[in-house]
């Protein structure tokens, strides 16, 4: 392998991580946008920091903020969603209970795996 190759290879792998990054500030600024929105605003009337025009690569980024964060499962499934529909990926977010003892509500989105909403009843979805 040539010097140009593998200076390729080196600017494609730098260009990877710099989209990962510029997609988990995107993430971190919507996850807040999103606490804050939630006090005062209806689900469907949430406004997000608009999703920069990133690469597929860039969702590494923007899973690892919300795997990574104090943010609630709701607000974690909101940005994901975003995200996904960005990228041509059109996802419900669904709402579930677990009826007591003890009570408990979940988000995920569809398609998720079944780990994510097991033991959750469906009480409402909002498509993307």
């Known amino acids: 392998m040539g010097p140009t190759a593998t200076r390729a290879r080196v600017q494609a792998a730098l260009d990877r991580r710099v989209a990962a990054a510029r997609g988990a500030l995107w993430a971190l600024r919507a996850c807040s946008a999103a606490h804050r929105g939630l006090r005062t605003a209806a689900l469907d009337e949430l406004e997000l920091p608009p999703v920069p025009d990133l690469p597929r690569a860039a ?3 923007v899973h690892a903020v919300v ?3 104090r943010w609630s499962c709701l607000e974690r499934a909101i940005v994901r969603q975003r995200w996904l529909a960005s990228q041509g990926t059109a996802r419900d977010l669904v709402i579930g209970v677990r009826h007591g003892p003890p009570f408990a509500a979940h988000a995920w989105l569809e398609g998720d795996p079944a780990t994510a ?3 959750f009843e469906e009480l ?3 498509p993307a």
Do not use: N, V
């Open 59 to 61: 969702g590494r980024g």
């Open 67 to 69: 795997r990574r964060t």
């Open 117 to 119: 909403s097991a033991g």
């Open 124 to 126: 409402s979805r909002h």
